[in-house]
């Protein structure tokens, strides 16, 4: 961080500004719908954090060139609501677009550049649970009420987490490292000779990415997965070890910024579980795996066929009837998809023992210091915040009384007053959020079985929520390496999301109207499949609703099931940590603080149950080089340089797609 965050700050750059509002208003509705139509494309391009940022910095530019410097409404000279030099009580034009502005722009844009958590709530009801054209299904003040609570309630924990996770230099998120590269890249006086270098190296890799990706995004697409054994083996290789070529493919894992031991820990699981575990379970026909495929993640019957959900719901309350469960066919997994539930169960566990005994020495981090200066934002605004929403989500509860309880919210909050400190101490140090959605859909199907609805709605709230809490906290560190004040970037972030949930609803609403191949999959319907449009993403959270909801945890894991096994690995996951840490303090130079078990059981399941593992090998040769090789023995070339090809592969592999989509 010392190496490619400045640590100087002018602090009379405003940031709050009339360009912001603008600026952010018209890219996080863009962002938001964009989002929200990809949801149901089947080739997905969405915004990132790169993209927003070349795309905002020309229209920040110009306004700074054209804006008049008028002065207009009442003097307003506080650092809250709106910054001094502002279009209240200050200047339409108070001087060339600065990096916090531009900082905060791309905040509230990538808030909204997916879709809304909340949303898979309604395109289930609408598409498989309910009349597929009929808004009343929930109602729209009910359907906003929901997608604005479930985003912003998180909200009201991230200041209580602060001391743990923003001051302490230790937690460093890693992804904001690369963010504040690139925007310094664009901000910083070109005559500064490493910025200069960083901005021609930017500028020239950008322009090679771009014309690269056409190859594998368009007119050669088999570079973005080359599989080994099914070049020597022809068709026999079980989707493992394939190479990519596609940075497209590769991005996700981010191989330039996550710590090379949290990419080993990962990928190291990955490669036991689909290389060895899975084949060997289904050679020795384990809970019947000869009867399904290798590693799908869909539902069967115990013949092997697609599960029939319509067999088993009582077709008035969509809850499993007992009769007509036992009289068809219990649920079965694949022996892989069985295999990575029982691993997440262990995740919950070792988590908490993980951070128990390896949460280290907190160090103030050197850009808190200079942070002082601004004031921070008050415990009472997230406390605010807090209840605000809190009340919001339980007033959407009981509009919805006929499917959930009202105390459920306060149950789901209990989930993220748990998991936010120990999740969030994970993903600062090692970029890897671990999320709770499994836990939160076991609970409540344990507490409140055969609702299907009811559980997703549990699940929205509990893993959401803190899901939402680690973004702003994010933010705030991100915030911290740039020099803005708090204030300014909790309202930004506040009004962001209040924009995307409107747009999102609204671009829901109007492709399920007009759009009738998204209702292909609906049961029972006769509308004809359209490849360019595609319900995989609903499919998969119904399928959860199906499981943890109708079917429910004591019919999936219970005394009868093959599964029942699975559930010590809740126990498991509370033992195994324990050995590491003993020999790490009886050898502490041996490296045992980086077995991080939480990690390891989370990229179990992580496999290519659908391909996804196409880029693991690619993924690990190019986190060996840069967060290995190049850190420890090219270490002055990675301080200068690492980051800024990062962001330069990921900008111009976003403008090709956006190119190739178009």
């Known amino acids: ?59 920040g530019v110009m306004m700074g060139k054209v804006l008049p410097d008028w002065r207009i409404g009442f003097h307003w000279p506080f650092d809250f609501l709106f910054a001094r030099g502002t279009f209240v009580g200050g200047s339409l034009n108070p001087g060339p677009f600065n990096i916090k ?34 808004p009343d299904n929930v109602g729209w003040c009910a359907a906003l009420l929901l997608i604005i609570t479930t985003q912003c309630v998180g909200y009201g924990f991230s200041g209580l ?46 322009a090679w990415v771009i014309i690269y990706e056409f190859l594998p995004q368009y007119f050669a697409t088999y570079l973005g997965k080359i599989s080994i054994i099914c070049l020597a083996f022809g068709s026999q290789g079980g989707g493992f070890m394939y190479l990519s070529f596609d940075w497209s493919a590769l991005s996700g894992s981010s191989p330039l910024f996550t710590p090379f031991w949290a990419q080993m820990n990962s990928l190291l699981a990955v490669f036991i579980s689909t290389w060895i575990v899975a084949p060997w379970m289904y050679r020795k026909n384990i809970w019947g795996a000869n009867m399904f495929p290798l590693a799908a993640a869909g ?27 036992e009289a068809y066919s219990p649920l079965r997994l694949t022996t892989y998809w069985a295999l990575s539930y029982g691993t997440n169960f262990a995740v919950i566990t070792s988590l908490l023992v993980h951070v128990a005994l390896f949460n280290g020495k907190e160090i103030l981090d050197v850009h808190i210091k200079i942070m002082r200066k601004y004031p921070e934002v008050p415990h009472t605004w997230y406390l605010a915040t807090l209840v605000i929403f ?13 499917l959930i309880q009202w105390w459920g919210i306060l149950l789901a909050m209990v989930t993220v007053i748990i998991f936010v400190v120990p999740i969030g101490m994970i993903q600062a140090i090692a970029n890897i959020q671990i999320g709770t959605n499994v836990l ?25 929520a803190m899901s939402q809490a680690l973004n702003l906290i994010s933010d705030l560190k991100l915030a ?5 004040p708090p204030k300014s970037m909790f309202i930004c972030q506040l009004y962001a999301t209040f924009i995307g949930a409107i747009v999102n609803y609204a671009v829901l609403d109007l492709i399920i109207r007009n759009v009738p191949a998204v209702c292909a999959n609906h049961p029972g319907t006769t509308i004809a499949f359209d490849p360019a449009w595609d319900t995989t993403s609903p499919k998969i959270f119904y399928t959860a609703s199906l499981i943890w909801g109708a079917v429910g945890p004591a019919r999936m894991f219970g005394p009868d099931s093959p599964y029942h096994p699975l559930l010590w690995f809740f126990l498991g996951g509370v033992f195994i940590p324990i050995p590491c840490y003993l020999l790490y303090r009886r050898y502490p130079n041996f490296g045992w603080q980086y077995v991080n078990w939480p990690i390891f059981l989370l990229g179990w399941g992580g496999g290519p149950a659908n391909g996804s593992g196409a880029s693991y090998l690619t993924v690990l040769f190019l986190s060996w080089y840069s967060q290995y090789y190049a850190k420890r023995y090219r270490r002055n070339w990675y301080d200068k340089y690492n980051y800024t090809i990062s962001a330069a592969l990921d900008s111009g592999t976003i403008i090709t797609a956006i190119i190739c989509y178009l």
């Open 299 to 325: 539902n069967f019957d115990v013949y092997g066929a697609p599960y029939k959900v319509s067999m088993v719901l009582n077709n008035k309350t969509l809850v499993v009837d007992d009769a007509k469960y």
């Open 1 to 59: 961080v010392a190496g490619t965050v400045p640590t100087s700050d002018d602090p009379t750059l405003p940031s709050i500004t009339f360009r912001f509002w603008v600026i952010s208003t018209i890219f996080s509705a863009f962002a938001a719908a964009v989002g929200q139509f990809m949801y149901f494309r089947y080739n997905q391009v969405y915004l990132n954090n790169f993209a927003i940022i070349l795309m905002t910095y020309p229209c």
């Open 390 to 402: 809190l009340g919001l989500s339980i007033l959407t509860w009981l509009t919805l009384s006929s």
């Open 101 to 134: 502005e531009h900082t905060l722009i791309m905040v509230a844009a990538s808030t909204n550049s997916g879709q809304a958590y909340a949303t898979d709530i309604l395109a289930i009801q609408r598409l498989f649970y309910g009349p597929k054209q009929d």
């Open 480 to 484: 911290v390496y740039l020099k803005i």
């Open 440 to 464: 939160t859909e076991f609970i409540f199907g344990l507490a409140v079985p055969g609702k299907a609805i009811a559980n997703v709605c549990f699940k929205t709230y509990g893993y959401n």
């Open 161 to 206: 987490c602060r001391k743990w996770l923003v001051t302490p230099a230790p937690m460093w998120w890693p992804s904001n490292v690369v963010l504040a590269n690139i925007l310094h890249v664009f901000h910083a006086k070109s005559n500064e000779g490493v910025v200069a270098d960083r901005q021609g190296l930017f500028n020239k890799l950008t």
